[in-house]
Each structure stands twice: as structure tokens, then as C-alpha cells.
């Protein structure tokens, strides 16, 4: 794979529901505040959560798991 060419659709399948939720908000243009106060939790939170989840399923995606 071209690690700069994996398609989206593709991608959210190495995610959980609750990242492609987290991605779809951002997407849309949701602050980090909008997404922690849907899930119950602080926007930092919401935003360290997000990029853990993201790195994950790269490592996941590319096997460096």
C-alpha cells in the first residue's frame, strides 16, 4: 500500500465505532468540545483518544502491530 493513498472507506474499517463517529464529527466541523460533550468526556480527551485511535489503526492497517 501507498500509505498516502489508502481510501477513507477502507480506513474506517481498522477504526471502532466510536472513532469513525469521532472522524465523521471532525469531518463535519465539530470542535473537540462538541465531540467530548457527545461522549461524556473532556475535549482533550475526545482529541488524545481520536489521534490513539488513528495511530492504532495505522499500525493495524500497515501491520506494524
Known amino acids: ?3 498516502k493513498a489508502v ?3 477502507f480506513f474506517n474499517k ?3 465505532a466510536k472513532a ?3 472522524v465523521i464529527c ?3 466541523g465539530d470542535s473537540w468540545a462538541e465531540i467530548g460533550r457527545l461522549f461524556g468526556i473532556s475535549a482533550h480527551n475526545a482529541e488524545v483518544q481520536y489521534f490513539n485511535a488513528i495511530k ?3 499500525r493495524r492497517l500497515f501491520g506494524l502491530d
Open 20 to 22: 469513525r463517529m469521532m
Open 26 to 28: 471532525r469531518l463535519r
Open 7 to 9: 481510501p477513507a472507506e
Open 1 to 3: 500500500f501507498d500509505k
Open 56 to 58: 492504532k489503526a495505522r
Open 14 to 16: 481498522f477504526l471502532d
